[in-house]
């Protein structure tokens, strides 16, 4: 039965379906550690926001140093998609710091929702046209595989778990998410059902697009409802989103290169930039806001920067610029008119 891979079996199996589940045998095979360790400690710091998720957001650069068409055809977007970030940021933060932080977590969780749902209708790109009540269903179920873990999070974790800063989603009333609750199961239901029925009457199923479907489904619900822990739900999120993100930069990136000429050396000018740059840039937040990493960045113990609230003001929305121009670029570098 003809599969629908979008680089290959072995690869999509590794590099985009695996990390969404690769946390959830981690706590199989050590229960023990990931019990007495449930912060994040600085060495899971180091790994999983540093050189994943911080280093995702510049892989996004690639697209425009290997790609020709994508560089002629956005190069607008990277004059004034950083300016309107700043801008926007600016202003908000000089409104209000925490509102500045709340925003900017719900436009990442949208972000990360839309991902998934991406990388889902990727998978379905070749398919037979489905009927429209199927797309329906289908687009239903990849969103509620997220937008679920969410609710129950706004119901019951806004206390314990945060995305940038404490208490940056607001609380809900435990009704939405019990009305959640069934609307994620009745859902799910349907899309087997109507999978099951074109399977018997077309002999189609599409193995990739299920597993993702499932492994997004773990790594959210894992990472949110099941387990506690901030490093475990750091574990989930940041694997789920930043590797396949990576490898599918990488892949469309160095298939379409018309730049690079010795393409043997692709993937290691592609992993040591990015993690340079997210390095580069995770040194600044912490020498001139955070202040919390300093022995990672070559900080000496007695020492530290003193930054005024008109400088924090001005720099603060200038360092989150990548992480905005990256969101916002998302939305036109992947879109497709076919």
């Not at 969404?20 to 045998?25: E, K, T, V």
């Not at 595989?145 to 009333?173: C, E, G, M, N, R």
């Not at 193995?207 to 506690?228: D, M, N, T």
């Not at 040591?272 to 995770?282: G, V």
């Amino acid at each position: 039965m003809k599969q629908f891979w979008i680089i290959n079996r072995t690869q999509d199996i590794a590099w985009i379906i695996l990390p969404g589940i690769l946390p959830l045998f981690l706590l199989l095979f050590f229960p023990a550690y990931f019990q007495q360790q449930q912060e994040v400690n600085l060495l899971w710091w180091l790994l999983l926001v540093v050189f994943v998720d911080v280093a995702h957001v510049y892989s996004t650069v690639f697209r425009f140093v290997w790609e020709k068409d994508t560089w002629q055809q956005y190069r607008q977007h990277l004059v004034w998609i950083p300016l309107i970030s700043f801008a926007f940021g600016f202003v908000l933060f000089q409104y209000d710091a925490f509102v500045f932080w709340r925003v900017l977590a719900y436009v990442a969780v949208f972000h990360f929702v839309r991902q998934q749902f991406g990388i889902f209708r990727l998978y379905g790109r070749k398919e037979k046209q489905s009927s429209s009540l199927l797309r329906l269903v289908e687009s239903a179920a990849i969103y509620a595989t997220t937008l679920y873990p969410l609710v129950y999070w706004h119901a019951y974790k806004t206390q314990s778990l945060q995305w940038f800063v404490a208490h940056d989603f607001i609380a809900l009333p435990t009704w939405i998410e019990a009305i959640a609750r069934y609307a994620y199961f009745v859902i799910l239901v349907l899309y087997c059902i109507l999978h099951i029925q074109v399977y018997r009457r077309e002999k189609i199923f599409n193995l990739p697009k299920h597993l993702f479907l499932v492994a997004s489904g773990v790594s959210w619900y894992a990472g949110i409802v099941w387990l506690e822990g901030d490093l475990l739900f750091t574990l989930f999120n940041v694997l789920a989103h930043g590797i396949p993100y990576m490898a599918l930069v990488y892949h469309t990136s160095t298939t379409k290169n018309t730049v690079i000429k010795h393409k043997q050396f692709a993937v290691g000018i592609f992993i040591l930039s990015i993690l340079c740059l997210a390095y580069f840039e995770e040194g600044l937040w912490d020498w001139f806001v955070w202040q919390e990493h300093g022995a990672v960045f070559f900080q000496q113990a007695n020492f530290s920067f003193h930054t005024s609230d008109a400088l924090l003001s001005f720099l603060v929305p200038l360092l989150v610029v990548p992480q905005l121009t990256h969101y916002i670029l998302d939305g036109y570098i992947w879109r497709k008119r076919s």
